[in-house]
């Protein structure tokens, strides 16, 4: 199944009462990765890591990553902008066809929660110190052992709204994703895993990448630490949905993890702290009662700017190779990772390359300069000499085609839509708008590039650079501003220090668009007049 055209899909989070009385935590919920690609700056520093990752966070997240760089981006896209630049990642998910053994990339959404009382008593919640590096679950496991809390810490849930199956004992969360008929889970499976709690105190980091840290002595998601790990700190647990609607699971190898694991046994997930410590301490210590809602810690809320979250992008080259971002299916899972459930020794693909770093989004044409977002005209197209749509829309895409008719601006709009012109027309100003309303993503690449918005042009123009005046912030201009945040959502059992309950919350995955092979402009859709190709409609959301 391909990937969907303009992240649209994304279903909406339910809010619920919470399972827990009174919890001092909030969940950065619906989040949807920044990247798909094969770096680990924790476990594979400055090479091609292993296996795809899902990652989200900073926008200059890569292979070098550590806490002196992240904390220099200019966005993330968790709601947080300036203070939480960490990175958050985990193996990507792929669906294999049962005839042509080829697979596909399933779109990927996350919940990320932050607990502050999950301490033992008597022990005081610390923020993670800056450069903290943990992972938690590991890609090799192929056992479960029932004792362990590293184990016990990583777990699935059947999502199914209809309660079809939520009498149904067999469909309760466990340990791999084998449910009886994992069809039934129509509204997703989630991936759940939760971070060890315990700090030694001295070691950002460890050999293992896990000595450092530890679980409580009472239980993997709560309780006092053990003495060799004294520092108890901030909590935190991932939710990775995927849909099962349209990925027909055939068997077991239908669904596999990046490291071609196909029971769910190898999840794991890894986090770089890239926080304001002062911050986060500040609202360990005075938020209280959040209940997951982002918005009841006063600490914390002034930094929360969704609008940010959602426009932000990738700013630093990715790993030159298909991972199916575009939708397309692949003969074999990137990097040397065969479809297996024994995983004792590595696996074998002599003559396999490493493939090189390339930039996520191409430099804007020689000529040509990206000026900013700006409105559309108030009674017509702000650039009204020719005009095109594009499944392949990029931003060089639209210069091109502006450049081949002789015009000296081009705008791109709402993800497919190109306009030229040599003036701005029809009321439009070369006034810049926040330069997170242009936040569609580009048809031709949705994952990395953003093509206008609704009623907003992203504008270029060939020749000497244009200077418009600006009263909008840029991404790194950022005073903390306050907007909405995201719906709280309910919790599992692996969240809660009580008794396991049933399961009733979450969002469900959301995709980016398909981009096809041709990278011509569709010609027979462009118009020299602007009338001639859609109507003006003052207020809709396209024209």
């Not at 990247?35 to 296996?51: C, K, L, M, W």
């Not at 027979?524 to 409609?537: I, V």
Request: glycine share 8%.
């Amino acid at each position: 199944m391909a990937f969907t055209k303009l992240w649209l899909m994304l279903a909406a989070l339910s809010a619920a009462q919470p399972l827990v009385s009174a919890s001092s935590h909030f969940i950065m919920g619906g989040l949807s990765p920044i990247a798909y690609e094969r770096i680990d700056p924790i476990v594979n520093f400055g090479e091609v890591s292993t296996h795809v990752h899902a990652i989200i966070g900073a926008n200059n997240a890569n292979q070098d990553s550590d806490y002196s760089s992240i904390r220099t981006a200019n966005c993330t896209n968790v709601p947080f902008q300036n203070v939480d630049l960490s990175v958050y990642w985990a193996p990507g998910v792929y669906y294999q066809d049962q005839n042509t053994k080829q697979f596909t990339l399933m779109p990927s959404t996350f919940n990320i929660y932050y607990f502050f009382d999950r301490n033992g008593p008597g022990e005081q919640v610390n923020a993670f110190p800056q450069g903290l590096k943990m992972v938690a679950g590991s890609p090799v496991r192929d056992t479960y052992n029932a004792s362990n809390f590293a184990d016990q810490a990583v777990s699935f849930v059947c999502l199914d709204y209809s309660g079809a199956t939520s009498s149904d004992p067999a469909y309760a969360e466990r340990q791999d994703i084998n449910f009886p008929d994992v069809n039934k889970c129509q509204d997703g499976i989630r991936y759940q895993i939760f971070f060890p709690q315990c700090w030694d105190g001295q070691n950002l980091d460890s050999a293992d990448h896990k000595s450092h840290m530890a679980y409580p002595i009472d239980n993997y998601n709560s309780g006092s630490c053990p003495s060799s790990h004294p520092k108890h700190m901030v909590a935190i647990f991932y939710e990775m949905i995927i849909p099962v609607s349209g990925y027909n699971y055939w068997g077991q190898g239908a669904y596999s993890l990046a490291t071609g694991d196909p029971t769910g046994l190898g999840f794991h997930a890894d986090f770089l702290m890239g926080w304001d410590n002062a911050v986060l301490q500040d609202a360990v210590d005075n938020c209280h009662n959040m209940n997951g809602d982002i918005n009841a810690c006063q600490v914390l809320a002034p930094y929360i700017n969704q609008d940010v979250a959602h426009a932000c992008t990738l700013d630093v080259p990715v790993v030159n190779e298909n991972v199916g971002l575009d939708g397309s299916t692949l003969n074999a899972l990137p990097g040397c990772n065969p479809i297996r459930t024994n995983f004792s020794a590595p696996a074998s693909c002599p003559g396999t390359p490493t493939p090189a770093f390339s930039r996520a989004a191409a430099n804007i044409a020689s000529g040509w300069s990206d000026l900013g977002c700006i409105s559309e005209g108030t009674s017509g197209r702000a650039l009204s000499g020719a005009s095109t749509t594009s499944p392949n829309m990029t931003r060089n895409l639209c210069t091109d085609f502006c450049e081949s008719e002789s015009f000296t601006f081009a705008g791109v709009e709402f993800g497919d839509e190109c306009y030229c012109g040599n003036s701005l027309e029809n009321g439009a100003s070369a006034m810049l708008v926040p330069w997170q309303d242009c936040n569609t993503p580009c048809a031709g690449n949705p994952q990395y590039e953003k093509c206008g918005g609704p009623q907003r042009l992203e504008l270029l123009h060939s020749g000497a650079p244009t200077a418009p005046s600006s009263s909008a912030l840029s991404p790194s201009s950022a005073a903390p501003i306050s907007s909405p945040a995201s719906v709280p959502v309910s919790e599992s059992s692996a969240v809660s220090s009580a008794t396991p309950v049933s399961d009733s919350s979450t969002s469900s995955a959301v995709a980016p668009s398909i981009s096809a092979n041709d990278t011509t402009p569709d010609l027979t859709k462009r118009s020299k007049h602007y009338g001639r190709r859609r109507q003006y409609h003052s207020g809709s959301k396209r024209f």
